[in-house]
């Protein structure tokens, strides 16, 4: 509109268009969502014209912005150059848009946007009025005047709303938040502006007497809304509520717009449109006004419009009125609708649909044809429009709308062509647009193979796969589509209840569920992965009416009562089991037996699905079930059922003979495979399906087929009923029944499966197995091997291998011809259209007389015909060659296919085949061509007789996808019968694929012989082409390629070993050869002139002068060249390939005649065996010995070593394969030899563990002693490798008994321990043995003890007592006395030693004289009677702060069981030393062990005094007298000093509070005054002394107070609760330090066995003390001591970013020593590693370092780690430290010759810093 000069107007505009300065803001006026406050282009052009001044005159400034703003005041916003729908991209916060409600929730409205699009808005972004109200209602209970949304909105309700904020989720897909708020919406609207006849949304704001106040945004109006005007509202029934959204018209403006007068009347606001008088700017304008436009331009995407004067917008393809489409001209009125105003570009969109212009009281938000949301759809037509999408024509006529994004894939670009190029598409539709009224689809392949789209796709029961992505406290949440989640709850994570369920699932693991249950509606979806749910077999009880009486299936358990059990099942199917049918016992307590979430079979006794009720039994479920099963036989009868119900997988059926369930699966229809679905489709609830067979029945099911080629076998008996009747060539008939990558797994009836690995499916190469068979597809298998063992079967698919029965091909063409008759007999029953019945009528061959409809340029062509309306009947392009085809010609054509279920008629009009048919005779020959392929049936043409007849594209079952018949294909047929009934009256024909008759030229060169090609012996001249390694390639005179192999180009004698004979030769040369050959291009192989299939394409030539001469024979077979070679005869090679896997060497010694090296055979150096490769290169000659000639191949065994075989004496490389305890190693020889190299041949000084020295695969150098059983014998001595180098052997060979004397000390390795004594193996063919009592000084009963501290190959030295060598035995002794060693048994077994000659003899006596004087003292003298003594238990407790004395009655026999368990207490080490109080009461006791302090007063008798009196019949000397009369009195003066002193132990309550007074602030009386009471059960007083301490105690004597405070933490920890001890360490940490206290805790829930306790207070204390490090210390000390190491390393990495840099060392050296006790040695070696590279002069880090070494490692180890201390720079007083621990180790685990060298390296030290001190 004009820019008026009004003061009202200039104010707006003031406004509107800032010129600069600051701007005033209003009080009132509050800015929430960002908004365009310009109103046209004004602002840029003064900006651009500004940025101008510098370079233009004032005039050319005025005229310029003159020119400007006269164009500016003509329009507004400029017109769109593409008219394109709305994309997310352009939505920007602030936007105003028009919307409608889809969907409605309680706290969340779904709408639905222009172009497709959808936002959210949130119950907070209704208005003011309505957020205020919810905010006083939330601090209230009373909740009735709050309206929820549900009462606020419906569906199809048109809003007006804002963008206020754009989120991305995690998918990055964009989410629009709107508001509704008329603040944010008539935002750019003041009360100057408003004017009668203004449609503005407001919301009810407050509800008055007489009408409503409403908020329409705009400061300082208050609108009123009389009750009287509310009667046209759209909810008359009641009244309006506090935040309703209603649009408006504004009747009458008074006083600049102060007051206003609203009515709601719907026919008024509906046909008010904006007028320019009404001031509308693009500031203000509002989506939904309703405004009078003209068309301005026609676009072929849509239009271009003016309005209000001087406004412009644009009406995309999806707004346009379709009837209309053609009328729309430039010029013409218009009325539009205001969709949305984008802020950046200025475009104005609008819509020109009539339900948006005249709008109802509701938008339609569900099409009338249904909701199709995730259907895919196919045959779609499509139309482009850049910019914005494509529209696509469903096969129903219906449009939808494909975005431009949806045309590809998420992440590929965008191809329009090669989405034009496409004729048909396949679409998935993936929402419905109620703004736009159509349904928007997908192109994505990605989106159109979902198998789950939305939540109606799913059904209870089904089987799903998907990932975890959420733990949550009710179960696990797993994502199985990109918006589709379910939930499992805890019940359902297993079969029994986890615990820890997050230590089983983690996010992102894959899981495989079923589902339970699912409510679309509120997008609710759950679970299970109980496995007895998830792979029961069993029917599914998915409502109360599968649920009939007698089925069995199984459910779980939601409730177990007195009655009985409630069981529950898919789909909240419930039912109740009562007690008496829970088992065959009558069970008093259920819960005892059954618990929530068990997963049972059960069975029906009895439903009710009209009341949902059912009665069920565990008692007769398997029984039952079991019976029905077992009345079924897996035999050749064939059966009859009825279909009971269709299931997702197959059809349930009720067999009709025996009334039994059963199932017929889906792949078991039918023997090909595309009719399966068809049939399952076509049948009904009730149908009868006959010629049925039962493949498979167990206890849980029972398995039919109805393929016939699987009942045939029946029939014929070629089944086996188990694995002991499968055999090995046996053809049987199974089904698919899973494809892996390694193959394919065949299933046959009774249950047996076997596996077609890749190598055996086909004759051809299979890169992908995939797309070779079909699950469920049938075939013929041919049993190639069998397991016994395993019960595994090995099977055949080759199409080669494999025969099919004689007839079968016809038999299964006459199957697939009924089954097609079947399924439209089914199909016409469903629906008897006229049309369907006539299309029934029409067969392959039938001539039709149509009508063009349409004419396609890339497609072929669309007919109609007068008889078939309706029809879709079409010809291919191939099927129209040759004509000119325009609409409403007439055409003669004949029928190729008929698809009764898309009443879709396939024709074809090529002359050959609508022409006059010829007749046929039998068994006449015809050339025929594939005309028509229609899933498994090809339609064919029999060749200059216009005959069609049907074949199957597969002849045979086993052939694969790839191996179908194409149209186009040739093929040679036979008549059978001219005329055939079962293919209702076509020919029945035999065929065999041929080639297509082709006339190729012979090019010169691909000749062969027959064709004049080079013949052998020929004499040919060339030009060398290309030079390679091991052929060169020569251009003949006649164009054709030769090639000459390398032992072709000079003469043997004159190669030189190691040179490139091909290198002598230069491109270009001109060379004379001779035809010896030829090649095969296909395989590269040679073929000479005597090989039956000698043809060739590239002749193989020889150019030595010497076979030149025609004189000279060259006619040799392969197999007389490799016959020709002797073993041993050395011959000239050349390195042709190498092999990696084998690491073997092919070379190759003539064209046709190869060899083989393996690699022992071929290195001389070990530095070779790893890359062999490196020294043979490809080309280079070598000499070589024949080993071997195989003859079948022609291949030869060589060597490159320089000798063939294998001799006694000689010394060879060898490989490991194994090692042995009892044998040695195991090796593998050159040549294919096998060795064996014993213990004792390993090393002239043997070791203590002889085989640790060598690993497999290692290589080594062996000599050879001999051959025994076809294995050499072995040694691996320096002494026989090196016999000049090698050193005197410390452990000679012993050969012979000869070399072997009485007394002669030998060391030898334990052969084995048994009762004869210990065996010793001396040499590799010698055993001595050492007698039990020749073993050891001890006395052994059972050899076991010597094998147990003896195992084989234990190293021991033994001195030979005897030798026989006519028995060839040698005695042996090991005691210490004769080998000067330690006895073989360590002391520490207290094993009785044994006594030889005298020494036994006495030994002997004594032991009788004491046994008899035992037994008199036992017949004398008489028991006694024990009495009862106070015994003292004295131990300590590091945590507890308190010790506590205690007697108990107890016999002395108690009292020495006591002693070892005292002993075994051990102090805990972590924290600072606590106060020790010497008691016996331990903090670790229950009450429950704790007894009352008894006043015991009896005398103390020890265990001396106890022999006294046994002994008392003895006369004592007077000597003996005076000495006890001494100790008595002795005795006396110490009891009487105990009672003197002060620090006695007190007795009771009376003592402690005397010894109190005198020492108040000792906590060591008060922690045993707190034990007095514990020991008496006294646990309330015991506190009570505690909180007296805490008083009575100075402040001063804060460690005295802590060790109350301890004690008393650990009073609670034992005998209170956890709201006792966390009160009692609140306080404590208020008195004491926090540290400490925190500390003491942390220790006392580690001796408690609180571990998780533990850890949470350790994460608390570092984040509190970070600073400290004895907190990351003690913390890492517990972590390790669990053993997680993990956690502790990445607490050290906490403790270095937490501490200062300085504490860094010292944390990481005290971590690993932490990890030297209780972690990982090698980590901890690693950390001391790290520290001392970075600080190599931290001498004390250096010496724990050896502390832990020489502790926990090797020797070895320990030797690299002096070597390094001594080379350190410190000073040399700290070196001589080192050095002097150095020997100090040396001596005591060295050898001599360890020492000396420590000694040597010690003065080569000191002469070093003399002389660096010299200098």
């Known amino acids: 509109m004009l820019i008026t000069g009004t003061t009202e107007t200039m104010a707006a505009t003031e406004e509107d268009f800032p010129r600069g300065g600051g701007v005033k803001k209003t009080t009132e006026s509050k800015i929430v969502a960002t908004r365009i406050e310009s109103d046209n282009l004004f602002q840029a052009n003064e900006h651009r014209e500004t940025k101008k001044k510098k370079n233009t005159s004032k005039n050319d400034r005025k005229t310029t912005q003159h020119v400007s703003e006269q164009k500016d005041v003509l329009t507004l916003n400029a017109a769109a150059k593409c008219v394109e729908i709305l994309h997310s991209k352009d939505v920007k916060e602030g936007m105003l848009m028009l919307g409608c409600v889809k969907d409605v929730s309680d706290f969340e409205v779904t709408v639905g946007l222009p172009g497709g699009l959808q936002g959210f808005l949130s119950i907070r972004n209704i208005c003011d009025s309505y957020t205020k109200l919810l905010t006083e209602q939330l601090d209230s209970t009373d909740t009735e005047d709050i309206c929820s949304l549900p009462h606020l909105f419906y569906s199809g309700m048109l809003l007006r709303c804002v963008v206020v904020k754009l989120d991305t989720t995690k998918g990055g897909f964009v989410s629009i938040q709107l508001s509704i708020n008329p603040k944010l919406v008539n935002k750019a609207l003041t009360s100057n502006a408003l004017t009668a006849g203004m449609v503005l949304s407001g919301c009810v704001e407050s509800i008055e007497e007489h009408g409503y106040i409403i908020d329409i945004g ?245 089987d799903v796969e998907g990932t975890v992505s959420a733990m949550l406290n009710n179960g696990m949440m797993v994502q199985l589509s990109s918006h589709i989640k379910g939930l499992v709850p805890l019940s359902h994570l297993a079969d029994i209840v986890l615990k820890n369920p997050e230590k089983k699932y983690k996010v992102g693991m894959a899981v495989k569920c079923r589902v339970l249950s699912v409510e679309p509606d509120n997008k609710k979806l759950f679970l299970t992965r109980k496995k007895a749910l998830v792979e029961s077999s069993l029917p599914l009880f ?124 889906t792949i078991h229809l039918s023997d090909h495979m595309p009719n399966c679905p068809l049939l399952w489709e076509s049948l009904q609830v009730g149908d009868t399906i006959p010629n049925l067979a039962c493949i498979s029945k167990n206890k849980k099911q029972i398995i039919l087929t109805k393929k016939p080629s699987v009942i045939w076998s029946l029939e014929e008996g070629d089944v086996a009923k188990d694995f002991s009747e499968v055999t090995v060539g046996m053809q049987m008939i199974g089904w698919i029944k899973n494809i892996m990558d390694y193959g394919v797994f065949v299933e046959f009836p009774n249950g047996l499966v076997g596996l077609a690995p890749t190598s055996t499916m086909s004759d051809e190469f299979i890169s992908d197995t995939r797309t070779t068979f079909q ?45 097609k008759l079947s399924m439209t007999q089914r199909i016409l029953l469903k629906d008897a259209s006229d049309l369907r019945e006539q299309l029934a009528a029409l067969s392959v061959g039938q001539r039709l007389k149509l009508v063009v409809d349409t004419v396609k340029d890339d497609d072929g062509a669309d007919f109609k015909s007068d008889d078939l309306v309706g029809a879709t009947i079409l010809a291919t392009k191939y099927h129209t060659a040759g004509f000119q085809l325009t609409s409403g010609q007439k055409v003669n054509s004949v029928v190729i296919s008929v698809d009764i279920s898309s009443t879709t008629v396939h024709v074809s009009l090529l002359q050959k085949l609508v022409g006059k048919k010829k007749t046929l005779t039998e068994k006449g020959k015809y050339a025929a061509m594939v005309q028509h392929v229609d899933k498994d049936i090809a339609v064919i043409s029999l060749e200059g007789t216009a005959h069609l007849t049907i074949i199957q594209t597969q002849k045979h079952l086993n052939e694969m996808e790839s191996s179908k018949l194409r149209v186009g294909m040739h093929l040679a047929t036979e008549v059978v019968e001219p005329t055939c009934e079962q293919l209702l009256g076509l020919p029945l024909v035999s065929w065999q694929r041929t080639a297509p008759k082709r006339q190729r030229k012979a090019t010169k060169r691909q000749r062969t012989v027959s064709e004049g090609g080079h013949c052998f012996g020929e004499i040919v001249q060339g030009k060398v082409r290309t030079v390679k390694p091991t052929h060169i390639l020569v251009t003949l005179e006649d164009g054709s390629t030769g090639s000459v192999h390398v032992s072709e180009v000079m003469e043997a004698t004159e190669v030189s070993p190691g040179s490139f004979p091909t290198s002598s030769v230069k491109v270009g040369s001109v060379v004379t050869g001779r035809v010896i050959g030829g090649r095969d291009t296909t395989g590269h192989r040679v073929l000479p002139i005597s090989h039956p299939r000698f043809t060739y394409t590239i002749p193989e030539l020889t150019i030595i002068p010497s076979k030149l001469d025609e004189k000279v024979n060259i006619k040799s077979s392969a197999k007389d060249k490799a016959g020709s070679y002797q073993v041993g005869e050395e011959i000239t090679c050349y390195v042709s390939k190498f092999h990696p896997d084998s690491k073997t060497l092919e070379l190759a010694c003539d064209p046709c005649v190869s060899g083989r090296v393996e690699l022992l055979a071929m290195i001389t150096d070990p530095l070779d065996s790893s890359h062999p490769e490196k020294k043979y290169k490809l080309g280079q000659a070598v000499k070589a010995q024949v080993v071997e000639v195989t003859l079948n191949p022609q291949c030869l065994a060589l060597s490159l070593t320089g000798f063939h075989k294998l001799e006694v004496g000689s010394v060879t490389w060898a490989l490991v394969t194994g090692l042995h305890q009892h044998i040695g190693l195991q090796v593998k020889l050159p040549f294919g030899c096998k060795g064996i190299a014993g213990i004792t041949d390993l090393a002239d000084a043997y070791r203590p563990r002889p085989l640790a020295a060598f690993n497999k695969e290692q290589l080594l150098r062996c000599y050879l002693l001999g051959n025994e059983n076809g294995k050499w014998l072995l040694s691996l001595r320096p002494s026989r490798l090196n016999p000049e180098r090698a050193k005197p052997a410390k452990d000679p060979e012993v050969l012979s008994f000869n070399d072997l004397c009485a007394g002669q000390l030998i060391r030898g390795y ?84 044994r006594y030889i000659g005298k020494k036994k003899k006495e030994y002997d006596l004594k032991k009788k004289r004491s046994l008899t004087e035992s037994e008199e003292n036992q017949t004398e003298a008489p028991p006694k009677k024990k009495k009862a003594r106070p015994v003292t238990v004295t131990g300590q407790d590091s945590d507890s702060g308190v010790e506590v004395y ?131 059960t006294q646990i309330e007083q015991a506190r009570a002394v505690a909180e007296r301490a805490l008083k009575t105690i100075s402040f001063r004597e804060e460690q005295e107070k802590l060790n109350v405070w301890v004690a008393l933490l650990n009073l609670e920890n034992m005998y209170g609760t956890e709201e006792s001890l966390k009160k009692v360490f609140e306080r404590a940490l208020q008195f004491c330090e926090p540290m400490p206290v925190y500390q003491r805790l942390a220790d006392i829930y580690v001796k408690s066995d609180k571990i998780k306790e533990a850890e949470n207070l350790y994460k608390s204390m570092v984040k509190r003390f970070r600073q400290n490090k004895a907190v990351w210390l003690s913390y890492g000390n517990f972590l390790l001591q669990l053993g997680e190491s993990d956690s502790a390393t990445a607490l050290l990495q906490r403790a270095l970013k937490s501490l200062p840099t300085k504490e860094s060392v010292d944390v990481i050296a005290k971590f690993g020593q932490m990890e030297y006790r209780y972690g990982n040695a090698e980590k901890g070696h690693a950390m001391f590693d790290k520290v001392l590279t970075s600080y190599p002069k931290r001498t004390d880090i250096w010496s724990i370092f050896i502390d832990l070494v020489v502790k926990h490692g090797t020797q070895k180890e320990v030797r690299a780690l002096f070597d390094r201390v001594i080379h350190l720079s410190v000073s040399a007083k700290k070196i001589k430290l080192f050095f002097k621990r150095y020997l100090e180790y040396e001596k005591k685990h060295g050898t001599p010759q360890s020492v000396e060298a420590v000694k040597k390296k010690a003065v080569a030290f000191v002469e070093g810093k003399g002389k660096h001190d010299f200098h």
């Open 218 to 462: 705009v400061t300082g109006t208050k609108p009123f809304l009389p009750k009287k005007s509310e009667k046209d509202k759209q909810n008359s029934n009641n009244e309006l509520k506090v935040g309703q959204y209603m649009t408006f018209q504004l009747q009458e403006v008074k006083n600049n717009g102060r007051l206003v007068r609203l009515s709601v009347c719907s026919l008024t606001t509906s046909q008010a449109c904006a007028e320019s008088q009404q001031r509308w700017t693009l500031t203000n304008l509002l989506p939904g006004l309703f405004v009078k436009a003209t068309i301005t331009k026609v676009t072929k995407h849509g239009l271009l419009l003016d309005f209000l004067s001087s406004f412009s917008g644009q009406v995309d393809i999806l707004h346009l009125e379709r009837d209309k489409a053609p009328s729309y001209a430039n010029g013409s009125k218009v009325q539009a609708c205001v969709l949305y105003i984008e802020p950046t570009t200025r475009v104005i969109g609008m819509s020109l649909r009539s339900y948006l212009v005249q709008p109802e009281t509701r938008i339609i938000t569900t099409p009338a044809s249904g909701d199709r949301i995730g259907e895919v759809v196919k045959d779609c037509k499509i139309s482009m429009h850049p910019m914005s999408g494509a529209m696509l024509e469903l096969p129903d006529k219906t449009l939808a709308f494909v975005h431009r994004n949806h045309l590809k894939e998420s992440d590929g670009p965008l191809n329009e062509n090669r989405v034009l190029a496409l004729s048909e598409h396949t679409c998935r539709i993936i929402d419905f647009s109620p703004m736009e009224q159509i349904h928007f689809a997908s192109l994505r392949k990605s989106v159109i193979n979902k198998t789950f789209y939305r939540y109606h796709d799913l059904h209870a029961g089904q």
């Open 542 to 665: 998915l409502s109360y009416m599968d649920a009939r009486p007698g089925r069995v299936s199984h459910g779980f358990i939601v409730s177990v009562k007195n009655f009985g059990c409630i069981v529950r099942f898919y789909n909240n199917v419930k039912g109740l089991v009562p007690v008496n049918e829970l088992s065959s016992e009558l069970i008093l307590n259920p819960q005892e037996v059954f618990y929530v979430g068990q997963v049972l079979k059960t069975k029906v006794l009895q439903c009710e699905p009209e009341k949902e009720k059912m009665l069920l039994s565990f008692n007769t479920a398997v029984d039952g079930h079991t019976k029905e099963a077992a009345r079924v036989q897996i035999e050749s009868e064939r059966l009859e059922a009825k279909v009971v119900k269709k299931l997702v997988n197959g059809v349930e059926v009720s067999i009709l003979s025996d009334k039994i369930c059963a199932l017929l699966p």
């Open 775 to 819: 699950l469920g597809q049938t075939v013929i298998a041919k049993v190639s091997n069998l397991d016994e063992e395993k019960k595994r079967i090995l099977v055949v698919l080759k199409v080669s291998v494999v025969t099919m029965p004689e007839g079968a091909v016809q038999a299964r063409l006459f199957n697939t011809v009924q089954e």
């Open 1310 to 1393: 334990v052969k084995s321990v048994s009762e004869q004594g210990v065996f010793i193996r001396l040499s590799n063919s010698i055993t001595g043995r050492a007698e039990l009592q020749h073993s050891t000084k001890y006395f052994v009963i059972k050899h076991k003890v010597l094998s147990d501290h003896l195992p084989p190959d234990t190293l021991l030295t033994t001195k030979i007592l005897s030798i026989d060598k006519k028995e060839k035995t040698v005695n042996l002794s090991l005691l210490p006395e004769d080998t000067g060693k330690a006895d073989i048994l360590p002391e520490s077994l207290n094993l009785p030693l």
């Open 1446 to 1576: 205690f007697r108990e009655d107890e016999d002395h026999e108690n009292v020495e069981k006591t002693k070892p368990a005292a002993a075994k207490q051990v102090p805990n080490s972590s924290g600072p030393s606590i106060l020790q109080v010497a008691a016996g009461f331990s903090w670790d006791v229950g009450l429950s062990s704790l007894k009352p302090a008894t006043a015991d007063k009896d005398a103390d008798f020890s265990d001396g005094e106890n022999q006294e009196e046994s002994n008392k019949s003895q006369k004592k000397s007077r000597y003996e007298l005076q000495q006890e009369k001494k100790v008595a009195e002795k005795a006396l003066v110490q009891r009487e000093m105990d009672l003197m002193d002060p620090q006695l132990r007190p007795q009771d309550a009376t003592a402690f509070e005397r010894l109190l007074l005198a020492s108040p602030n000792s906590s060591l009386l008060w922690l045993q005054y707190m034990a007095h009471h514990l020991q008496a």
